[in-house]
């Protein structure tokens, strides 16, 4: 059973940083392609980023590229989300999801992903 948990969420003033952090255990991580999602309240969960078991592909959504950055390190069994120039937009919950593959395609379906964290709470203030 692969359990995730997240950490790193908290409050920041807009513009300013963040790093996430989820480590994985259960099952061997660089079989792993892993995912961000976040949930604001009172709406769906959104895709945010995903990386292939190897590192070698990433994708991100519209809303966060060039201010979002996906990472692993697999001798950790932790992938990375880091965030700079955040927005009040940017407040949710952060959950971190896995999905068993060796795809070269980062995905962004949420259907894709079979584990999921329990997310970390961040909040962006304007």
């Known amino acids: 059973q692969v359990q995730l948990v997240e950490s790193g969420g908290g409050v920041v003033q807009a513009g300013g940083s963040l790093r996430l952090s989820c480590a994985a255990s259960?099952?061997?991580?660089?079989?792993?392609?892993m995912g961000w999602f976040r949930q604001a309240p009172g709406k769906d969960r959104e895709f945010v980023a995903a990386?292939?078991?190897?590192?070698?592909?990433?994708y991100y959504a519209d809303s966060v590229k060039g201010r979002f950055t996906i990472s692993r390190d697999n001798a950790k069994n932790t992938v990375y989300l880091q965030m700079v120039s955040l927005k009040p937009e940017d407040t949710a919950v952060y959950l971190c999801?896995?999905?068993?593959?060796?795809?070269?395609?980062?995905?962004?379906?949420?259907?894709?992903?079979?584990?999921w964290g329990q997310g970390t709470h961040v909040t962006v203030s304007s």
């Open positions: 259960g099952l061997t991580f660089s079989r792993l392609a």
């Open positions: 990386i292939t078991w190897s590192g070698g592909s990433k």
């Open positions: 999801a896995a999905r068993p593959s060796y795809s070269d395609y980062a995905d962004d379906r949420i259907s894709e992903y079979a584990y």
